[in-house]
Nanobody
Framework: QVQLVESGGGLVQAGGSLKLSCAAS????????MGWYRQAPGKQRELVAA???????NYADSVKGRFIISRDNAKNTVYLQMNSLKPEDTAVYYC????????????????WGQGTQVTVSS
């Protein structure tokens, strides 16, 4: 099995910054894409940012220029630096990883973290 453990959420004033971390552990041979999603009350879960093992990134339009995703492949960890936070960024943030568990397997498995609350006050 694979576990994703997130940390770094909390309460911050508008204009402030937070950094989220997500560490993957368990039966991991390699990790393809890693990403951050968020879900606000009454809304669907949406992609915030994603990063491939080679470092290619993708951002939601709403966070471009404010959030930065990065990863440490040696530590199986992905980060999300969130700057210039707005009240509309308030949500539960989830980490996601596409994991290859064995070198001889073609299949990859999708795993989710438990979520971390980010609240931005106005």
């Amino acid at each position: 099995q694979v576990q994703l453990v997130e940390s770094g959420g909390g309460l911050v004033q508008a204009g402030g910054s937070l950094k989220l971390s997500c560490a993957a552990s368990g039966s991991i041979f390699s990790i393809n894409a890693m990403g951050w999603y968020r879900q606000a009350p009454g809304k669907q879960r949406e992609l915030v940012a994603a990063i491939t093992s080679g470092g290619t990134t993708n951002y939601a339009d709403s966070v471009k220029g404010r959030f930065i995703i990065s990863r440490d492949n040696a530590k199986n960890t992905v980060y999300l630096q969130m700057n210039s936070l707005k009240p509309e960024d308030t949500a539960v943030y989830y980490c996601n990883a596409e994991v290859k568990r064995r070198p001889y397997e073609r299949l990859t498995y999708n795993y989710w973290g438990q979520g971390t609350q980010v609240t931005v006050s106005s």
